[in-house]
């Protein structure tokens, strides 16, 4: 079974620009959330996705957005740039939304704001 | 939201077996343990998880003490693509929430 693929793997912006990064999940899987890494602050979510619906949220500003479509596939969009947007953006996906579901994460896009 | 503490780094031997611990002293009854790590470049993979009883996998071994506020994940022989950074995280049992919550981890080293 095929992983978790992200696309694109790299990505550079300028300040003010906006994005959208993409997340295939495993098939079968039904539940996506994503997560921001940086060097600062680690690894934190931004949000999570059943059926096309938003489940949870981290405390990220507006301009961070997600959406799933129908074959579970979500995009996340941030808007406006700012330089502290630059961070690995990783997407993992579920089967479920039980506790115990494992949680398979993508090889993440590594954006960078100039 | 409950909080684990890990130590900052730890070494190991190749071939040898790693201890790495974790402190989750405000666990509640209902909080899953799961233990994620991080290879170089790569995103988290799932290594194992328990609730009260110590598990087994092919990948490690995870001790809970008995008043479950410690944990230990165990590799029993570590090899160089063991090097890390794994991460102790607590899940409620109830909410079927996605979110893990990551701390800062333990980066583990393994010499040849």
């Known amino acids: 079974k095929a992983g978790v693929t992200q696309t ?55 301009r961070f957005s ?9 995009e996340m969009n941030v808007s406006t740039l700012e330089l502290g ?11 479920g939304t039980a506790s115990s579901d494992t949680q398979y994460f993508g090889p993440g896009t590594r954006l960078t704001v100039l | 939201d409950a909080k684990t503490t890990q130590p900052n780094s730890m070494e190991s031997n190749e071939e040898e077996p790693v201890h790495l611990p974790c402190n989750h ?26 609730l009260t009883s110590n598990v087994n996998n092919r990948m490690a071994s995870l001790a809970i003490a008995e008043d479950r506020k ?29 979110k893990l919550i990551f701390g800062q981890g333990t980066t583990l080293q393994v010499k040849p």
């Open chain 2, 25 to 50: 002293s405000t666990i509640s009854g209902t909080d899953y343990i799961h233990w994620y790590r991080q290879l170089p470049s790569q995103g988290p993979e799932y290594v194992i998880h328990g």
């Open chain 1, 85 to 95: 947007d630059s961070a690995l953006y990783l997407c993992a996906s579920r089967i």
């Open chain 1, 66 to 74: 997600g959406r799933q479509f129908s074959n579970s596939r979500s």
């Open chain 1, 8 to 62: 694109p793997r790299y990505l550079i912006k300028t300040r003010g620009q906006q994005v959208t990064l993409s997340c295939s999940p495993i098939s079968g899987h039904r539940s996506v959330s994503w997560y921001q890494q940086t060097p600062g602050q680690g690894l934190q979510f931004l949000f999570e996705y059943f059926s096309e619906t938003q489940r949870n949220k981290g405390n990220f500003p507006g």
């Open chain 2, 70 to 98: 410690s944990s230990t994940l165990i590799l029993h022989r570590a090899t160089l693509r063991d090097a890390a950074v794994y991460y102790c995280i607590l899940r409620p049992r109830s909410g079927n929430t996605g």
